[in-house]
């Protein structure tokens, strides 16, 4: 595991924007696998730079997200398929059809699961995982729990997540209770993960993650276990 820390949020988001830009160089047709949240902002920012001076060419580029609300439509501007598209997917060279975030909407949300698994398993797994981190550990929506769990699913978002996510709605109560999440599995299988966190708040479960013990407790430890790891963290 490499673990750098940097003084700023903009470092972290060049060093982040740095790695996912050698992958896409490297391998233009790469699988990345994205994430959304307050975090990756800055990365995408300086990606859609890049981009637009044509320093990086995102057009046999896919992505697979990591998660979606369930019952937010593409047109709602709180789901995360608004959400990339709006502050990556439009201003991006990107084929649209080529970028793949869960349908919470999906009539049958159990088969929407799978059929999300056998799309990233269809296109050869995920080459570069972008994660953040929720302050209980969670990485997508897996949540704390008892046992690790494999396979794209639906999940209970715990309180806490709850709360954090209501600063992005006018209340608490508007903030959906469910989720379709990628499981382990996907996420564990990437050829490379970076994990990028900033802020004092995160310092606590980013020790705990990365330096203590690995329990579905801390979703997020299970990445030690990950052959090709970089976590990036900015103090301010
Ligand atoms: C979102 C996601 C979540 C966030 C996490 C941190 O797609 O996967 O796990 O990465 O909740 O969110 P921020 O970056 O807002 O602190």
Known sequence: MKFITVDTYAKMSRRAANIISAQVILKPDSVLGLATGSTPLGTYKQLIDWNEKGDIDFSQAVTVNL????????????SYRFFMNKNFFEHININMNNTFVPNGCAADLEEECKRYDENISRLGGIDLQLLGIGHDGHI??????????????IVDLHESTVKANSRFFSSEDEVPKRAITMGMVSIMQAKKILLIASGKAKRDILEKAFFGPITPEIPASILQ????????????
């Open 67 to 78: 998660d979606e609300y369930v019952a937010l439509d593409s047109s709602n501007n709180q």
């Open 140 to 153: 997508g929506f897996n949540e704390p729990d008892k046992y690790f769990v494999k396979n794209t699913h």
């Open 225 to 236: 276990l990950h052959p090709d790891i970089t976590v990036i963290y900015s103090e301010d």
